[in-house]
């Protein structure tokens, strides 16, 4: 038998602390649904998804119901669909048959709309990644993300300078609704290939046929248990470890459960501490616990690679296997204190950049001004994707260009993706870097061989 | 399936005879109960088995919250997997 003070501590964790599972993810490989027809490739794509996720929803609401606990996202992730449809050259109609599995499965999302251009891109790669504007903007539930670089291949530029193109084309595709493409187009170095969370999820080569990933949540709960913590930084981590291995273990558990019921390998738990824009569940105000006056203050990139640190040492020996991003998410818009930090003008963009060194995964979810060019997008890729590659760990760029609007105003993405203050960025031009083109090299570090 | 039932709320007469019997009239056994007053709040938990019970755990769910609801208590019924794996390193079981 438990403690009342242990059953009171889980439910209170999950009532007014936020705890719950932000993610289940199925993982399902296309290999056996290439063809060099474009209709069967759709038609053997629709009944392979179908045939595995059409419970997915269903399931992850039992498990919910019996557990106590909310299950937010039910997700599918795919392999790369560049790599589906390059035989058929079907990646559009290929998007219609992803749309109508979204919404016949009733899933939140659907990732792997992705293309893996890290050394070079082939010419049908270029063609596909040109129609991410297209497939975004005409879909709601898709998502797409893209590889430029790794720490052993060095940056694509050619694609980095690409993207920042496209990411414009997405935000004027969606020019009436506060280019909401963009919130669904990740940028990445070193992506992962079993991450359970959006945009950036896809179904990496070396993954089984089908597999469960679960992103766990809780910065609420982390914050809860620092307002009792009245001791020095080593007792600050060790209190952040100690809620990392709680909350993991219900991820833990939520991943064997599912992974049983869906008859798919249990992949990875994902240690994210991933916010959303409700109040008390926040990671700025974690760090705001630690005792800075506001995120974005000087302080806030030490107590963030605390932070990350800690929870990953309490998480990691709370499940299997550890995977995906695993570390603390920094979106600007799905997090109420990073929302107001920035409408104060405590957090700058370049503060963000620098964040993004110590903790996963990059400058996410941050709305800029509409009529920032290409350039300066690509400019700002470039920036993140080296902290990336030359510190070996995964960073990635989301940032909205929000059409027509200016830095003061605010985007409205609703939902899970929130609300985003526009912030100022530098618009001094990169474009001579940019247009040169070709790949930066791999640091002399990756070559370890 | 082994799971909890916590109920909490202010302390009053006939809690344990209300839950008890809405938990008979499920055919739910309950096997161990404890009870305690937590800052002004009756706390009590109930480990009880749902193996012999004819209904789906989410209409279990829904008629303790129902229950709940009526008699002004916070009343929640989860697997007794959850705390385990919360609570305890040493206790993983297959299943739930």
Known sequence: MYSSNEIIE?????????????????????????????????????????????????????ISSELGIPIVNKRISVTPISLISSASKGHLEIIRTL????????????????????????????????????????TNKICSSINVATSKAGINMDAVALMGKIVKDCAYLTKDKDSIACAKLVVFANAVEDNPFMAGAFLGAGEDD?????????????????????????????????????????????????????????????????????????VAHILEEIGLESVGAHGTTACLAMLNDAVKKGGIMACSNVGGLSGAFIPVSEDAGMIKATQIGALS???????????????????????????????????????GVVNTKTTAVRVIPVYGKKAGDTAEFGGLLGTAPIMNINTYSPSKFISRGGRIPAPLHSNKN | MKAIVSVIGKDKKGIIAKVSTALY???????????????????????????????????????????????????????QSIFDSMHKIDTDKKGL
């Open chain 1, 10 to 62: 889980t439910i209170n964790m999950i009532s007014q602390q936020h705890l719950d599972v932000r993610t289940i993810t199925l993982g399902i490989s296309l290999f056996d649904c290439i063809t060099d027809s474009k209709q069967r490739t759709c038609d053997k794509i629709y009944d392979k998804i179908m045939s595995k996720a059409g419970n997915l929803v269903k399931i992850g609401n039992d």
């Open chain 1, 349 to 387: 963009f370049d503060k963000l950049e620098a964040m993004t060194a110590v903790c996963s995964v990059g400058l996410d979810m941050i709305a800029i001004p509409g009529d920032t060019t290409a350039d300066v997008i690509s400019g700002i890729i470039a920036d993140e994707i080296a902290i």
């Open chain 1, 210 to 282: 089908t597999v469960v990933n679960v992103g766990v949540s809780g910065p609420g709960v982390v914050k809860t248990a620092l307002e009792k913590c009245n001791g020095d930084l080593t007792d600050v981590a060790e209190c952040i470890k100690q809620t990392a291995f709680k909350i993991t273990r219900v991820g833990q558990l939520v991943a064997k459960e599912a992974s049983k019921r869906l008859n798919a390998s249990c992949g990875i738990v994902d240690l994210s501490l991933a916010p959303t824009p409700v109040i008390g569940d926040s």
């Open chain 1, 99 to 138: 749309d109508k599995i979204a919404d016949e499965t009733g899933i939140d999302f659907l990732g792997g709309y992705s293309a893996l251009v890290h050394k070079a891109m082939t010419p049908y790669e270029r063609e596909f990644l040109l129609s991410i504007p297209e497939a975004l903007s005409t």
């Open chain 2, 25 to 79: 009239e499920m055919n739910i056994n309950i096997e161990d109960i404890s009870q305690t007053i937590m800052q002004d709040y009756f706390t009590m938990i109930m480990a009880v088995d749902t193996s012999e019970c004819p209904l789906k755990f989410d209409a279990i769910v829904d008629k303790l919250k129902e229950l709940g609801e009526k008699t002004h208590l916070e009343i929640h019924i989860q697997l």
